[in-house]
């Protein structure tokens, strides 16, 4: 095939994305997506944006999930790639050792610091989490593994078997035998454990990727230290944050801590190819390839590939000549004051949490007693209903993309391209209070959830309410009813009703119609508020 015929395929096609995708890949999840209102055909891609099929453009704060932290299609990359293509490289050979390999792994190494010695390549971030599982197993012969409550390492069987949420587990017994795990932060309990002496490794995200949890620095040095009096190798996970994005090239480092391995993945490759490493002492290397017959204790077909490792180089070298982690400490103290701001203004903010640009706001029950019922009802269906409904108005009503971070979490999380401009700051903290003040004004996002099991739930509740259908206490903030006719989006709540699916409480939330937003003149967010959308970074 031609590039000319693959131009045509991809222009062709590139708008029926959904269609093909939910008849031959997996129509259940993007159902699920649909019925969360996250549903647009996206078209074009730069940057920190993206663009649907009708040209209306989106600020991409998920960015694919932290891959693209040096931004969509990033020049340096795709020429990169371009390059390799054109010199038409000897690749994978199995035999010969791999020139762009090695200069990546010197530069990663670079980056880590002199604790490190050696990288493994793989393809992605569970499979590197993999490598971390059996090399650690195999230099200390040990069998158990201790991991955070509240972590997240991956989806393959060893990495499930180390995720700190039962619900992602269900259904998939037995797991890797055996797993412990322990709260964050709680050195004391890390030290009971690993004082057993039959722990091969202890994994640490430094800011966990679920619950934007941050580890302290005392914590993890003291957690470093344990594992070296153990015989323990600390496997800092640094999937996510790795590579500038929590404010220092590594979060474990910048914090002074020197695990035995490392994990890096998400932004090595600027997105455009799979791609994961592994950085590692020598006393682990040596722990596993001391033997010679240990050669081939890990190879992966793919990983090393030329077009893996030349984009990973060319982000490297874009992150550096924009000082990645200082610009990420900068734009996530903008980001972060402006959210303190607002959590200042509207109590349904329960606090701001994670570091540099890996950024939660948790949702709490408003004092405000007409919201604070309607996050009730639809919390007693979901503990995560409430940021559900955020997600989507964010997404639908202000094309700004966010994410709920992890099962039943009851927050909206960013994980913004270090690209972004202050004025992407800006456009984002007013997107976000709009969205916030709708709520407290004029009904919320959950009343009108009129369907399925939330239904049932605010039939009882309505009987409390004054106005609503019951006698109920003395309450001088009755809920208002959002009137239907507002909702701009009248197939959502159709399609959900006509669907076979079981009615979830993210699907009935996601179908909420939500008010439109009313400014606020007075507030100095929304003075700076561009109302025009996301301007591009020039
Ligand atoms: C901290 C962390 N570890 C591991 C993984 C798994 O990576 P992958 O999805 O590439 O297998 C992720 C993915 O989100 C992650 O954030």
């Known amino acids: ?150 972590a997240f390492h991956g989806r393959t069987s060893g990495a499930i078997s180390l995720c700190g949420f039962e619900q992602m587990k269900e259904g998939q017994d037995p797991m890797m035998p055996v797993c412990t795990s322990v709260r964050p932060n709680d050195i004391e309990a890390l030290r009971r454990e690993l004082s057993k002496g039959d722990v091969a490794s202890l994994f640490i995200e430094p800011v966990q990727g679920m619950t934007t949890t941050v580890m302290d620095a005392d914590y993890m040095r003291e957690a470093q230290a344990l594992c070296e009096r153990y015989g323990t190798v ?76 030349a984009s990973a180089l060319a982000t490297v070298e874009a992150l550096k000549a924009i000082d990645a982690p200082a610009r990420a400490r900068d734009l996530g103290e903008q980001l972060r004051g402006g959210l303190i701001e607002l959590a200042k203004r509207y109590d349904c903010i329960d606090r701001i949490s994670g570091k540099g640009l890996m950024i939660a706001v948790y949702f709490k029950g408003s004092k405000r007693l007409a919201l604070r019922v309607q996050q009730e009802t639809i919390g007693a269906v979901d503990p995560g209903a409430f940021a559900a409904a955020v997600n989507f108005d964010m997404f639908s009503k202000q094309r700004v993309i966010v994410q709920i971070p992890g099962p039943e979490i009851n927050a909206i999380k960013i994980l913004p391209p270090v690209t972004i401009s202050e004025e992407d700051v800006r456009y984002f903290l007013g997107a976000f209070e709009d969205t916030i003040s709708g709520y407290y004004k004029t009904g919320g996002p959950v009343l009108t959830l009129a369907s399925g099991a939330v239904k049932d739930a605010l039939r009882s509740v309505k009987k409390m309410i004054p106005g609503m259908g019951g006698a109920g206490p003395d309450l001088s903030d009755p809920v208002p009813v959002a009137s239907p006719s507002r909702d701009r989006r009248p197939t959502a709540k159709a399609d959900l009703l006509e669907s076979n699916e079981p009615v979830t409480a993210e699907a009935v939330t996601a179908n909420a119609p939500t008010p439109t937003p009313t400014p606020t003149p007075e507030d100095p967010v929304k003075k700076k508020f561009d109302r025009r959308g996301p301007r591009a970074v020039s």
């Not at 890096?264 to 001391?290: D, F, H, N, R």
């Open 1 to 150: 095939m031609t590039t000319g015929s693959m131009k045509q395929l991809i222009e062709e096609h590139l708008s029926s994305a959904t269609h093909l995708s939910k008849r031959h890949v997996h129509p259940r999840l993007l159902k699920m997506f649909e019925l969360g209102g996250m549903s647009a055909t996206f078209t074009r891609a730069e940057g920190q944006y993206l663009w649907d099929k009708d040209g209306a453009r989106y600020l991409d704060l998920l960015a694919g999930g932290g891959v693209f932290f040096i931004g969509r299609n990033h020049p340096r990359v795709n020429a990169a790639l371009r390059d390799v293509l054109e010199l038409e490289l000897p690749n994978l050979c199995v035999v010969n050792a791999s020139a762009l390999g090695g200069l990546l792994a010197e530069r990663l190494l670079e980056l880590a610091g002199p604790q490190f010695s050696k990288v493994v390549f793989a393809n992605s971030g569970s499979e590197a989490i993999e490598v971390c599982i059996r090399f650690t197993r195999y230099m200390t012969r040990r069998r158990r593994f201790l991991y955070l409550t509240g």
């Open 234 to 309: 600390l496997v800092a996970d640094e999937i996510q944050t790795g590579l500038g994005r929590t404010g220092s090239w590594f979060a474990s480092t910048g914090m002074g801590v020197k695990p035995g391995m490392m994990t890096i993945s998400k932004t090595l490759s600027g997105g455009q190819v799979p791609i994961s490493a592994v950085v590692m002492s020598e006393e682990v290397y040596e722990g596993v390839y001391s033997k010679f017959k240990n050669g081939p204790i890990y190879f992966s077909t793919f990983a090393e590939n030329n077009l893996a490792m």
